[in-house]
Nanobody, 125 residues
Framework: VQLVESGGGSVQAGGSLRLSCVASGYIWSSNCITWFRQAPGKERAGVAAMYTSGFGPYYADSVGDRFRISQDHANKNMVFLTIDSLKPEDSAMYYC???????????????????WGQGTQVTVS
């Protein structure tokens, strides 16, 4: 499976960003896409997840309502993560991940996921 993230960038605090993750090449019938982020010196942490079938969304307890996961209506394999009211502490590399053994939203451990994109950097100043 291939996962490709995009949409990161440098933004001012208070702004918004919409990150994209496009998944392809998988053979699973049920595809859960999970967003993670990793700040320098910190462990990779789960943010939000949803099934490409539309079930979800699921959010990690540590994130607030500034994060929203959604999917493209035309391309169900494209999943977005929108972050509103950006704060400097949101600065991180953002990744999307998938794994057929994962129950969507049931785990936020990055070690449970075997398929990753290359990440997209978000810098908030």
């Amino acid at each position: 499976v291939q996962l490709v993230e995009s949409g990161g960038g440098s933004v001012q605090a208070g702004g918004s960003l919409r990150l994209s993750c496009v998944a392809s090449g998988y053979i699973w019938s049920s595809n859960c896409i999970t967003w993670f982020r990793q700040a320098p010196g910190k462990e990779r942490a789960g943010v939000a997840a949803m099934y490409t079938s539309g079930f979800g969304p699921y959010y990690a307890d540590s994130v607030g309502d500034r994060f929203r996961i959604s999917q493209d209506h035309a391309n169900k394999n494209m999943v977005f993560l929108t972050i509103d009211s950006l704060k400097p502490e949101d600065s991180a590399m953002y990744y999307c991940a998938a794994d057929p053994s994962v129950l969507c939203g049931g785990t936020w451990l990055w070690t449970d996921f075997g398929n990753w994109g290359q990440g997209t950097q978000v810098t908030v100043s």
